[in-house]
């Protein structure tokens, strides 16, 4: 009975507090890419521009970890068994994906564009290993260029 | 090109839906799924049980055995068991083979029926004993469990769903802990009828072998006496549940077969 009881605490327990930091973190994403609209970020290679007009061309790179909770682990589980979309894991990586843009665009603070912009994503953590998603890291960079003003 | 700020409407990459339904779905199949399985299993254990030879359960037994016994078996105790054992079975049983019987050193207040013929009793259970008769009557008890061939459904449902359960999620996971959970109570009533026939077996030996079957009900009296004061579990009643309808039932098939109480044999000392 005991290893029933921690199993279903563990399951309301993730779900609670999964459903609560997903929605905590989407409120934050929608703020935040709000204020960084007016930044464009394009996935060219190369884009026509006076080069004595540019400024500066850095490197900017914005990354960001994020756990997937017990219950949609389990649930991901579940759908491993029967095939089909895993669901759960959608909002994840989706947070994972914008999260690491807004970083990029948050360390790009002042320039006028990022071109180049690329995505990428991994899994951490000791599960990872095993052939399991333990965390998932997204990484996104690109090149903020700076016009002169 | 002109930049024109938009942010994108709704979320392509994202689906809308409810976790918890997903969830008691997905769940909800695994379970019925291992049920069908767990019910078909039960019908093919009672097909397959009575067409397994004595020869395939013996060869089974060679690679349980060890597992199942452990390791503080008392030779000693054993070998002066036997001769028992071979009475009550030589002229008032008849069963696919030979039984014997080993005595585990455990404080374990109970006695089992393994593969191939082993009847396994542990010296917590021969320590309640004062009379031969009422260790006739649990070894009589036992072999009802091989004339029956009880041992073998236990095992052979228990093994299959652990097999197939292990080999579609790994021996460690919740889903199996938990479906495990609901089905050993099914297990447990469905031992019960077997008690019964068991217990008549075991009226049957005593009576054959002794001429009336006392001892019988003092076995179930002093285990009962026990439960609440030296010992604060019986694993005697956990696989052989008592209840007042069998020891009624041990008085009901008695009387019917005109079985009557005698004088009891008393047990060496040194047992």
Redesign the interface.
Known sequence: MGDLTIFLLLLALGYGAGTWAEKRHYRSIMEREEQLLHLPTITTKKVELDDSKVERAVLVVGSVVISVDYFKRLLAGLRNIFGGTIKSYETLLDRARREALLRMKEKAHGASMIINVRIETSTVGKRAFKGKLGSVEAIAYGTAIKMKS | MK?I???PTG?I???K?S??R??LA??G??LAIILVLYLSLGVAVEILVPHLSAGIEQAMAVNLLPRMMGKEIDDTKSRELQPLLDRLQEHCTKLPYHCTIKVSSSPKVNALALPGGTILIFSGLLDTLTSENELAFVLGHEMGHFAHRDHLRGLGRGLVFMAISTA??GPHN??N??AA?FLNLTELSFSRHQETAADHFALEVLHCTYGHVGGALTFFEKLAAAKHSRYNKISFFSSHPLTPERVHDLQVYSRQRGFGSGKLTPLRDNL
């Open positions: 930049f700020p938009r942010r979320n990459n994202v689906t839906t976790a918890i997903e969830f997905l769940a199949g695994l579609l999620f919740q889903i802990r938990l959970r």
